[in-house]
C-alpha cells in the first residue's frame, strides 16, 4: 500500500473540496471545519500505523515508492528513516490540534483558511518523506506559499509586512542551494538522496556546497543573525499559523543539516564547526537577553525558540551521537512545547485581545486549571527533569562537551537565561496583580481547550519519562551519519578549554590504534 503518497495526497484532495463546498458562509465554515478536523485525524491514524510498522532495527529507508515522473530529473521516490518518521509523527500529531484552535477564533474565509493548513500538512509531509533531492526541493519549498497566505490574509495588523520579510528571508537563500543541487546531481549521476549520501564530493567542492545549504537551513532554523523574519511572522500569524511555525517549520532547517549537510559534506561540517558553534553560542546568549525584555508573549516565545534552536545546531555539529540524538530529541521537544506555549497564549489571547505581558495578572487565582498548565509548559521549556526539554539539552551538552567545552559551557548560560525570561513570564502572568475586571472575569479553560492542550501534556511526559520509545527508531540512522562523520579532521576550535583533552579528529575506537 503507498501509505505514504495516501498521507502528502489525502489532504490536497480535502483541501481542494473545501474550496468547493455548496452552501452560504456559515454552512460552509461548519462543513470546513469538521472536514479538515476528519482529514488531519485519519492522517493521524495513517501516521501511527506508520509507526507501529517502522522496523527500528535498520537505517534503510522503509515504505519505499518510486514512480518516475520527468526522469532522470525528477522522480516520485519516498522512504522514510526514523528520523523523517519521528518528524512526520510530529506533524500529524499537531495538525489536528490547530484545526481545534482555530475553530472559534477564525471567523473569516473558514473553507480557504482549512485548506492552507490541510496543503500545508501534505507538503511538511512530503518534505520529509522525499528521497529525490529535486521533489525534496519543491515540497520544502511549496511550504513556503500556505504559510505565506495564513499570515498575510488572517494575520494581525502588519500581516502583509511579516508575510513578505517571512516569504523572502526563507526563498533567498534556496536559490543557492538549487544551484549546489544541480552541480551535485550532475556530478554523482542521481538525484537519490541516498546515493548522495554515501558520494564522496571532493573536499574543495564541500566547502562551497555546505555554504549554499548553509544559507538555506540557516534561515529556516532560523538561526543568528538571519532569524529576524521569525519574531514578526510568530506576532502577526493567527495562534494555529504560529504553533504549525514553531512546531514544524522551524525543523526543516535541522532536517536538511542532517540529512544533507552532515552525510554529504562531512568534511567542510568538520572544518566549518567553529562557524556554527559560534553563531550557536551567540544566539543562546543574545536572544536570551532580548527574551528578558519583551513585553508581548508571543515574541518572548519566538525569541526562546531561537535560542532553543541554537541547541540543536550546537548538537548536529557535535559531529558524535550524543549530540546528534539530543539535537533530534530537542526539535521534537521543541515542537510540542513551544507549540504548547503558543497555545496558552491564543486562550487568552481569545479573551482579552491583547498580547501585553502588562495587561495580565493573577491568573492562579481567576483561571487555576490554565494557570497549570501554563506552569507545566513553563517548565518543560526551561528544561525540568522527567519533561521533554531535559533529556534533550542534557544529551546535547554531554554530546557537545566531547567536541567544545567553552561551547557546552556557553549553551548551559542559555538553560539559565531561559529559566529566567520563562520564570519571569509565568510570574507576572499567573501572580502579577490583576491589570483590571476584564482580567478577573476572564473563564477558565473550556472542555475544547483541555482537549487541545491535555495530549500535548501527556505527549510531553511521555517523551520525559521513556525517551527511549522516541528515540529507539532514530539511532540506526543517527548512527549511519555519525559513520560518515566518523575519521574526518576536526578543525581547531579557538574556544576550547583544558576540561577535558582536546580532540582533532573523530576516531571510531576500532580504527584508534591503526590511525596512529
Known sequence: MPILSIMILLPVVAALVLLTLPGDADERAGRARVAALATTLVELLAGLWLWAEFDPSTAAFQFAEALPLFGPYLTWSLGIDGIALMLIELSVFLMPLCILASWESVKTRVPEYMAAFLLMESLMI???????????????????????????????????????????????GSVLMLVAMLWMVGFAGSTDIGVLARTDFPKEAQFWLFLAFFASFAVKMPMWPVHTWLPDAHVEAPTAGSVILAGVLLKLGGYGFIRFSLPMFPDASAQLIWLVFGLSMVAVVYTSLVALVQHDMKKLIAYSSVAHMAFVTGGLFALNTQGLEGAMLMMLSHGLVSGALFLCVGVIYDRLHTREIGRYGGLADTMPKYALVLLFFTMASVGLPATSGFVAEFLVLLGLYQTSTWATFVLTTGIILGAAYMLWLYARVAYGKAAGEDTRAMPDLSLREVAILAPIVAATLWMGIYPKSFMAPMQPAIAEVVARLEGRELATVPTDMTLSPARPALIAPAHAAEAH
Not at 533531492?133 to 490574509?153: N, R, W
Open 126 to 172: 512530503g518534505t520529509f518523506a522525499a528521497r529525490d533531492i529535486f521533489l525534496f526541493y519543491l515540497f520544502f519549498e511549496g511550504g513556503l506559499i500556505p504559510m505565506f497566505l495564513i499570515i498575510g490574509i488572517w494575520g494581525g495588523a502588519r500581516r502583509i509586512y511579516a508575510s513578505y520579510k517571512f516569504f523572502l528571508y526563507t526563498l533567498l
